[in-house]
């Protein structure tokens, strides 16, 4: 039997000043986002961080399974159980913002034929429904890629990231963002390491996690993406090139602290 995956939300969590600012005026605008990959460590981080700043009028969630979610705005969250092999266009329809933190790993799903299709041609293909979903709105997509995302790396990993990167650029949203957080550190267990984890772990013994460097709290991902969706990011320089915006591991902490 699988166990059901829970969020838990706070009431009464507090913004920054301009954190608040920043959500307020999106607000105005009555947004509706997609969260793609909300059972993962930085999907569930990112439920929690879009829920308790409550900028969005809609907030739908696309899952194998439905998550126990505890908090605020719960009037607001639709959850989808889907199915990534068959899609359907229509639920993604009436959305602006696409959230996907969708991944997972060789181990997982058990041979780099599968790892692509799972962790590449699931997201592609959503990212096109989306698009062909909201013709003649303005939209924008926010990915977690990894740092190190190379489509001619010879590694597995990195040139799937990298390849899936180049996919999103040639859609040609109106903004497209792609977050390169470092090794992420978990907060909570969570079966099958990522590739980096793996690497990564041994090597640096008690410093992983600690290496703000080399590292990112999951949190701290989800929170640098919420906000950057919200047009937060003051004193943020990131890569911008044909609507394709970059963000790097130490703009992800910046944002997130």
Not at 44 to 52: D, F, G, P, Q, T
Not at 101 to 127: C, P
């Amino acid at each position: 039997m699988s166990s059901t995956t829970k969020v838990v939300a706070s009431a009464t969590a507090a913004l920054s000043a301009a954190d608040a600012a920043a959500t307020t005026a999106f607000k105005a605008g009555k947004h509706a986002a997609i969260i793609m990959g909300a059972t993962g460590a930085v999907g569930k981080a990112l439920v929690r961080e879009v829920m308790e700043a409550d900028a969005f009028e809609k907030v739908t969630l696309l899952l194998r399974r439905e998550v126990e979610y505890e908090g605020p705005h719960s009037e607001k969250l639709t959850q989808k159980k889907v199915d990534f092999e068959n899609l359907e266009e229509s639920v993604f329809a009436g959305h602006d913002v696409m959230f996907c933190t969708f991944g997972t790993t060789r181990a997982q799903a058990g041979s780099a034929e599968a790892f692509q299709k799972i962790d590449r041609d699931y997201v592609l293909n959503a990212a096109k429904l989306f698009k062909s979903a909201n013709p003649t709105t303005p939209l924008h997509f926010l990915y977690t890629s990894s740092g190190g995302a190379n489509a001619s790396s010879w590694l597995l990993y990195p040139r799937t990231k990298g390849e899936i990167e180049n996919g999103l650029k040639s859609m040609n949203f109106a903004k497209c963002s792609i977050f390169r957080p470092g090794f992420l550190v978990l907060e909570e267990e969570r079966r099958g390491s990522r590739f980096a984890e793996d690497m990564v772990a041994p090597i640096l013994g008690g410093a992983f996690g600690r290496w703000t460097g080399l590292s990112t709290p999951v949190g701290s991902c989800a929170r640098a993406m919420r906000r950057w969706a919200v047009g937060g990011g003051e004193g943020i320089t990131v890569e911008v090139k044909d609507g394709t915006y970059t963000i790097e591991n130490k703009d992800i902490l910046k944002m997130g602290a």
